[in-house]
C-alpha cells in the first residue's frame, strides 16, 4: 500500500495521545484522553510546511510524562492487590517494571505495562558463581515450573477478585493481562523469581541479575535479563545526549505504520531496540542539536545491515543472551524496515534539501539530513 504521510500524521497523534485505545479504557479514563488529546504537541507545531519531516520529529519524541506516570501508577495498584491477596495465601511477592514503558521507548499514550510479580523467597543461582556456597535452599522441593505456575494460577484468581469490572485475559502463556474497568491502563503481570547469575553474585547489581519466567503454553521456564538490557541501553543513550532512544521510538513508529498499510515487519520491540543499540553512537550524538540526524544515521544503520546479512547476524541483544537476527523471517523484517526508512530518508530530505539533483545518492540525502536545523 502506498505510503500516506497525512495519515501517518494522525496514527502518530492517535497512538501518542491514546485515543487509539479507547476499547481498554474505563468511560472516565476515555473522557480524560480525549479531552487531553484535543491540545496539540509541540512536535505537531513545528515544520508547518513539511509533514513528513513534522512526522519524524514527533516519531522520535517521547510520550508525554503524564501518560507514563500513569502507566505506573496503574501497574503499582495492580501490584499492590496481589501483594496483599498472595500474601494471605502464603506467596510473599515483590514487583518491577520491564520492557518499553520501563526503558521510556514506549510509542502509545495508552501502552501495556509489564509488572514482574517476583517470589521473594524462592530463586535459583548459578551454582558456579563465586557465591554459590553461600546460598541455602528455599525450604521447599517444588520445581522452578511448578512454583511459577502456583503464582500464575494464584494471581489468576486474586486480579479476578480485586478488579471484578476488568478483563482478565488469561490466554497468554508469559503474562496474565487485565484492563478496562477501573484501571486506566492495560497490566501485563508476569509471573516470575529471581535467578542469581555468577555476574551478580560478584557485582551485586540488580542489572546483572536475571529472572526467570514461566510459558505456561509449553509448559517451560525462561531465563531474562530485563535489567541488563535497560541499564546497557540506557547507559549508551545517556552518553549521547538521547539520540539512542530516538531512533528506537522512530523506528517503532515506522514500523506500526508500514503495519498498518499492509506490510508485515515481525520484529518485536526488544528486537528493534536491540539494533539500534549497536548503530554509530557519535553520529546519533548528533541529534540533540540537529534532530534529523537520528534519522539519517537509523536509515545508514539500517541499509547497511540489510546489505550485508552475514554481519547483521552477528549482532547480539544487548544483554548477550542471544543474536539479535536468529532467523530468517527477522532479516526479512529488517529489509523491508530498511526500505521504510530509505523512503521516509528520501521524503524528508525533498523537503530539506535546496540543491538535491533528480537522483540524490542515499549518502547525499543523509548528509541533508545531518545537517538540517528544525526551529
Known amino acids: 500500500m502506498a505510503r500516506d504521510v497525512n495519515r501517518r500524521l494522525e496514527q502518530l497523534a492517535k497512538r501518542r ?3 487509539d ?3 481498554n479504557l474505563s468511560y472516565s479514563e476515555q473522557t480524560e484522553v480525549i479531552n487531553k488529546s484535543i491540545l496539540d504537541e509541540s512536535w505537531q507545531k513545528r515544520a508547518l510546511d513539511k509533514p513528513n519531516t513534522r512526522y519524524a520529529l514527533g516519531a522520535m519524541q517521547a510520550v508525554d510524562p503524564d501518560y507514563t506516570r500513569i502507566s505506573l501508577e496503574t501497574a503499582e495498584r495492580v501490584g499492590n492487590q496481589l501483594l496483599s491477596r498472595l500474601e494471605a495465601q502464603g506467596l510473599f511477592v515483590e514487583f518491577r517494571i520491564q520492557g518499553s514503558v520501563a526503558l521510556d521507548v514506549h510509542i502509545r499514550g495508552v501502552s501495556d505495562v509489564d509488572l514482574l510479580t517476583l517470589d521473594r523467597y524462592f530463586y535459583t543461582f548459578n ?18 515450573q511448578e512454583r511459577l505456575m502456583k503464582i500464575r494460577l494464584k494471581s489468576e484468581v486474586a ?4 478488579f471484578p ?5 488469561k490466554s497468554g502463556g508469559k503474562a496474565i493481562a487485565i484492563f478496562g474497568g477501573s484501571l486506566a491502563r492495560p497490566v501485563d503481570v508476569v509471573p516470575s523469581h529471581w535467578y542469581d547469575t555468577a555476574e551478580y553474585q560478584t557485582s551485586g547489581r540488580e542489572a546483572d541479575r536475571a529472572v526467570t519466567i514461566l510459558d505456561k503454553d509449553v509448559p517451560i521456564t525462561i531465563d531474562n535479563w530485563p535489567f541488563l538490557h535497560i541499564h546497557k541501553i540506557h547507559e549508551r543513550d545517556s552518553a549521547i545526549g538521547g539520540g539512542m532512544k530516538k531512533a528506537i521510538r522512530l523506528a517503532k513508529n515506522v514500523k506500526n505504520d508500514a503495519e498498518t498499510e499492509g506490510t508485515s515487519i515481525a520484529l518485536p520491540s526488544f528486537d528493534i531496540a536491540s539494533i539500534m543499540y549497536h548503530a554509530d553512537l557519535q553520529a546519533l550524538s548528533r ?3 540537529y534532530e534529523l540526524a537520528v534519522l539519517a544515521e537509523a536509515q545508514r544503520h539500517l541499509d547497511f545491515l540489510s546489505n550485508n546479512q552475514s554481519y547483521a547476524m552477528t549482532l547480539e541483544v544487548p544483554d548477550g543472551s542471544r543474536k539479535i537476527i536468529d532467523k530468517a523471517e527477522k532479516f526479512n523484517a529488517l529489509e523491508k524496515l ?5 523512503d521516509l530518508v528520501r521524503e524528508v530530505a525533498r523537503e530539506q534539501g535546496k540543491n538535491l539533483g533528480l537522483l540524490p545518492s542515499l549518502q547525499e540525502q543523509r548528509n541533508i539530513l545531518q545537517d538540517s536545523y528544525i526551529l
Open 17 to 19: 495521545k491514546g485515543t
Open 21 to 23: 485505545r479507547l476499547g
Open 127 to 144: 551454582r558456579f558463581g563465586p557465591k554459590s556456597g553461600s546460598y541455602s535452599g528455599t525450604g521447599t522441593t517444588e520445581t522452578s
Open 159 to 162: 486480579l479476578n477478585d480485586a
Open 165 to 169: 469490572a476488568a478483563t482478565v485475559d
Open 287 to 289: 541529534g540533540s542539536i
Open 338 to 342: 530498511s526500505t521504510e526508512f530509505d
